[in-house]
C-alpha cells in the first residue's frame, strides 16, 4: 500500500466540513462524459455531521447531477433506529432536492436478502452504465472503519470479505448477531476516490495499526481498501490520529 494521503482536523466539525467541500467541489466537476456525479455513502455515526452539512446551500451541491448510493446498510426496516438509509435520510435526504430516482436505498430489509442484494447490483450497474464483465466505478465513496478495523460491512472473519464476483451480497456479522448488506472489495477497488472519514480516540490505536503495517500477513478489512486506478485520503480528526 503506498504511503496514505493523510489531511488531519482538530475536531469532527473540522473534519466534516472538509470532507463537505470536498464532495461540493467534486459535484460540482464537469465529468468528460457527462455522466451524474455518484457517491456511495456509509453509515454508523461519524458521517452524520457530514450528511447534515451536505444539505446546506453554502455547500451549492447541484443535486439534480448527483446519484447517491448506499455502502451497506442492516438488514432492517428503512424506519428501524439501526437502519443506516434513515440516518442518510433524517440528517440528508429530507432536505434536498434531489429527485427519488437518484437516491438509491438497499431495499436490506426484505426478507431474500441475497435477491436484495443482487437487485441492487443490477440497479447499481445500470445506473452506472457497466455490463456484467466490469465493475461499477463510483466518483467517490465515503467509508468508515470500525474499531475492530472493519469498514462497509467487511467485518473480521466474515464470509463476505472473500467474494470476487458480486458487487453487493448478503453478510452474517457473527460478532453482531446480524445480517447486511454490503458493497464487496471489487466495487471499493474500482472507485475513483475513496474517503475515509475517522473520528474519535477509541479509533487510534486501530488508526497505528492500520497505517502502520500496511504489510502485515493478516490485513484489517480496511487495509484491502486499495483502489487499482483511484485514490484513497483518510480524513481523521486530532484525537483518532493522535498515535500517528
Ligand atoms: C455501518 C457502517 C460501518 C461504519 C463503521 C464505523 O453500517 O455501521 O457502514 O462500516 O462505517 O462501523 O462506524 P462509526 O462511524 O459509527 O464509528
Given at each position: 500500500m503506498s504511503a496514505p494521503n493523510i489531511r488531519v482536523y482538530g475536531n469532527l466539525e473540522e473534519l466534516s466540513r472538509a470532507a463537505a467541500g470536498e464532495f461540493s467541489r467534486l459535484a460540482r466537476e464537469t465529468k468528460p462524459d457527462g455522466k451524474p456525479f455518484t457517491a456511495a455513502l456509509s453509515g454508523g455515526s461519524t458521517p452524520k455531521p457530514l450528511y447534515e452539512l451536505l444539505?446546506?446551500?453554502?455547500?451549492?451541491?447541484?443535486w439534480l447531477r448527483v446519484h447517491l448510493f448506499q455502502v451497506d446498510e442492516r438488514?432492517?426496516?428503512?424506519?428501524?433506529?439501526?437502519s443506516n438509509y434513515r440516518m442518510i435520510r433524517e440528517a440528508l435526504l429530507d432536505h434536498i432536492a434531489l429527485p427519488q430516482s437518484h437516491v438509491h436505498r438497499m431495499?436490506?430489509?426484505?426478507?431474500?436478502r441475497d435477491a436484495a442484494a443482487r437487485s441492487y447490483e443490477v440497479e447499481l450497474r445500470g445506473t452506472l452504465g457497466v455490463t456484467a464483465s466490469d465493475w461499477p466505478r463510483l466518483d467517490l465513496i465515503f467509508l468508515g472503519m470500525g474499531?475492530?478495523?472493519?469498514t462497509a460491512s467487511l467485518f473480521?472473519?466474515?464470509?463476505?470479505?472473500?467474494?470476487?464476483?458480486?458487487a453487493v451480497c448478503p453478510n452474517w456479522i457473527g460478532k453482531l448477531k446480524m445480517w447486511r448488506l454490503t458493497v464487496t472489495y471489487p466495487v471499493l477497488n474500482a472507485a475513483a476516490q475513496v474517503i475515509f472519514l475517522v473520528s474519535g480516540g477509541k479509533k487510534a490505536e486501530i488508526l497505528r495499526d492500520v497505517l502502520r503495517s500496511?504489510?502485515?500477513?493478516?490485513?484489517?478489512?480496511?487495509?484491502?481498501?486499495?483502489p487499482s486506478s483511484g485514490t484513497v485520503t483518510w480524513y481523521l480528526d486530532k484525537a483518532a490520529a493522535r498515535l500517528l
Open positions: 444539505a446546506r446551500p453554502e455547500f451549492e451541491i447541484p438488514c432492517v426496516p428503512p424506519n428501524d433506529p439501526q431495499a436490506a430489509e426484505r426478507p431474500d474499531d475492530d478495523g472493519h473480521p472473519e466474515s464470509a463476505a470479505l472473500d467474494e470476487t464476483e458480486r500496511p504489510g502485515s500477513s493478516t490485513p484489517y478489512p480496511v487495509q484491502r481498501v486499495q
